[in-house]
């Protein structure tokens, strides 16, 4: 079975800074999809980003990009000028090319400092 | 658009009760399912549908009911509610099976079994 391993219970950061949140994962395939959500506290889950395993360039979305690395089963997520409204729960999640099920790991909640 | 509409958003059952937890997209997806989120483990697939008439379980199914004759409905049902089955319930409907589909979620229901 897939897992997600997020180690990272809570994190926080100063407002316009950088942090880094961490994902691991277990899985055979070769080919699958990560993504990470966002949750605020409104519980709206919303997409963030996501990556292919078969590509090799890191996906970006304006200040949020990813570090994949597939050897390690790594993928965390890089939020760059962190804003007050950055603040929330993040899900990193796993999900096979050919299946629906998508595995979350139990979730990094940011706050942002002003 | 209204998206994914779940209701209601809050719910107190006792043990032993049935009630069913509404779903409803306007989307035209065929891909529904529904997730439990509780503390400290991530979300977790209950059931999904495929599209109307058919279902499937997911990783934790016992206790929950699901059916789909239309395209925009997936009601969750609880045959007889344990406090086991306190959690928030969140209703993703995707247009595709798979791959790197976005999923869009409902806001959730809080649902708490006394």
């Known amino acids: 079975a897939q897992t997600v391993t997020q180690s990272q219970p809570e994190m926080s950061v100063q407002e316009a800074e950088t942090v880094t949140l961490s994902c691991t994962y277990d899985t055979s395939e070769s080919d699958y999809y990560l993504f990470w959500y966002k949750q605020p506290p409104s519980r709206q889950m919303i997409l963030v980003i996501r990556?292919?395993?078969?590509?090799?360039q890191n996906a970006t979305e304006n200040r949020f990009s990813v570090n994949f690395q597939k050897a390690a089963k790594s993928f965390s997520l890089k939020i760059s000028d962190s804003q007050l409204g950055d603040a929330a729960m993040y899900f990193c999640?796993?999900?096979?090319?050919?299946?629906?099920?998508?595995?979350f790991g139990a979730g990094t909640r940011l706050t942002v400092k002003p | 658009n209204a998206g994914v509409t779940q209701t209601p958003k809050f719910q107190v059952l006792k043990t032993g009760q049935s009630m069913t937890l509404q779903c409803a997209q306007d989307m035209n997806h065929e891909y529904m399912s529904w997730y439990r989120q509780d503390p400290g483990m991530g979300l977790r697939l209950i059931h999904y549908?495929?599209?109307?008439?058919i279902t499937d379980q997911g990783e934790v199914p016992n206790g929950y009911n699901v059916s789909r004759s239309t395209t925009e409905d997936f009601p969750l049902r609880l045959l007889s509610a344990a406090p086991s089955q306190t959690s928030v319930y969140f209703c993703?409907?995707?247009?595709?099976w798979g791959g790197g589909t976005e999923a869009f979620f409902g806001q959730g229901t809080r649902l708490t079994v006394v």
């Open positions: 999640a796993y999900r096979k090319y050919n299946n629906n099920d998508m595995r």
């Open positions: 993703a409907s995707s247009y595709s």
């Open positions: 990556q292919e395993a078969y590509k090799q």
């Open positions: 549908s495929v599209g109307a008439g």
